[in-house]
């Protein structure tokens, strides 16, 4: 299999294991623009630097299925987690078995059926979306004009109407992809803008059908390549791993990324793929899913908590954030910083229980900075883990994070890669 590796991936070396940086041209992984995402070359170092022949692979924050995907292209078994539904769903569509004939028949009756039959569902599926996302919107403002709001609803209802479900899976996931484009806004930072001279310029459906089409054939282009890879399972569970009940399979490598406590909520970013494509239906699906989420941020109301026998670093560095109390832009950043690392510690503690003798976690993981005070993630974490009898392996300064524009935008906080045994 490291023959086909080698072909996906081609020659290239990247500047830094713990970014997607160039890696997001490479087939699978161009299909969604995902900007947190790792490199697949440091899953294949997790492999293939392994004492041991590696048999089992897991990752608790699937994400784009980097992992995934990179171990399937390796020849080994994963098992994956994803709380967020259309991320779920992009990591299986990658990972899938297709039959090429009949993949590209069902795109083209897909494709013939929203051009010439009316969805049935236009009214309901408006009524169910926040009022600024199809025009007229509100004050003005909305995410998608009318017609193209309409094309994808009857591009849903095509699809919906596939008997094979892997098949209704990708072209939902190509539709997700085709979304923002022909959008009004653009994902940039924390959140979302409006296109500059957006109502100039105003997208249609035509130009929704076009880039579906256009991003179909490349994804096609993809399978028919690689199709041999989907021999090697690959699952992808949608699941909170902060249950208690969860169970994690006997594994020898695990590589995950999970998010950063920089009270950035990843929900936001996908939140127009959620709504659009109906994974989202009402505001209390919407809070539901945030409450599933890492706490990493406070942009939503959660129980706070900490660790009963807490790292002295992380001590020291949330007294010098109830310092700065005044400076914070928010009075929960502390209790959400404790609370992000004491589930982390569980989630180890976790792991920990379905780690061969001989087996590792990789983890990547970025500082983050509030009123001047650094929280140093990797360092903090390490520390945990030697308290879990963890053995800490490794704990490299990958690359230099820049700080938020309040922070001056400059380049200063570390991505740590900490290898745990």
């Known amino acids: 299999m490291q023959a086909l590796f080698d072909k996906w991936i081609g020659e290239r070396t990247p500047v830094f294991l713990g970014t997607n940086h160039r890696s997001q041209d490479l087939p699978f992984s161009s299909w969604y623009r995902f900007k947190e995402a790792f490199s697949p070359e440091i899953v294949k170092h997790a492999i293939v630097d392994h ?9 608790p924050f699937s994400g784009s299925g980097t992992t995934a995907l990179t171990a399937q292209f390796l020849g080994v078994p994963s098992t994956s987690y994803e709380v967020n539904p259309f991320l779920a769903d992009l990591g299986r569509a990658k990972t899938e078995y297709y039959d090429i004939k009949e993949l590209r028949s069902s795109f083209h009756s897909v494709v013939q059926s929203a051009q010439t039959h009316e969805s049935t569902f236009d009214h309901n599926n408006e009524a169910n979306l926040p009022e600024t996302f199809v025009e007229p919107g509100k004050n003005g403002k909305w995410l998608f004009n009318a017609d193209v709001a309409h094309q994808v609803f009857r591009l849903r209802d095509a699809i919906s109407c596939l008997n094979d479900p892997t098949l209704r899976r990708l072209f939902e996931v190509i539709l997700g992809s085709s979304l923002i484009e022909n959008s009004n806004v653009v994902i940039n930072g924390k959140g979302r803008r409006y296109r500059k001279s957006w109502q100039q310029r105003p997208k249609t459906k035509f130009d929704l059908l076009d880039t579906f089409q256009t991003r179909a054939e490349r994804c096609f282009v993809d399978i028919e390549s690689f199709n041999s890879k989907s021999a090697v399972p690959a699952r992808i569970e949608l699941q909170d791993v902060r249950d208690e009940d969860l169970c994690f399979p006997e594994f020898d490598v695990s590589v995950f990324s999970p998010p950063y406590p920089n009270s950035f909520d990843y929900t936001d970013v996908y939140n ?34 900490r660790l009963v026998d807490q790292p002295a670093l992380l001590t020291e560095t949330v007294e010098k954030l109830q310092i700065q109390q005044d ?86 906080l570390g991505e740590a890669i900490l290898v745990l045994a």
């Open 51 to 59: 004492p041991t022949k590696v048999k089992a692979c897991i990752d």
């Open 272 to 305: 127009v793929e959620l709504w659009m494509l109906g994974y989202l239906k009402n505001r209390i699906q919407n809070v539901e899913l945030r409450r599933q989420t890492l706490t990493s941020h406070v942009q939503i109301s959660k129980a706070f908590a």
């Open 327 to 412: 400076r914070l832009w928010d009075k929960r950043i502390p209790r959400m910083i404790e609370t992000y690392f004491l589930e982390m510690s569980n989630l180890l503690e976790n792991l920990a229980k379905s780690k061969k003798p001989k087996g590792r976690v990789w983890i990547v993981v970025g500082n983050s900075q509030y009123a001047g005070v650094e929280i140093e993630t990797g360092r903090i974490l390490a520390e945990i883990a030697k308290g879990l009898g963890y053995n800490v392996v490794k704990n490299d300064i990958s690359r230099k994070l820049r700080t938020s524009p309040q922070q001056g935008g400059s380049p200063r």
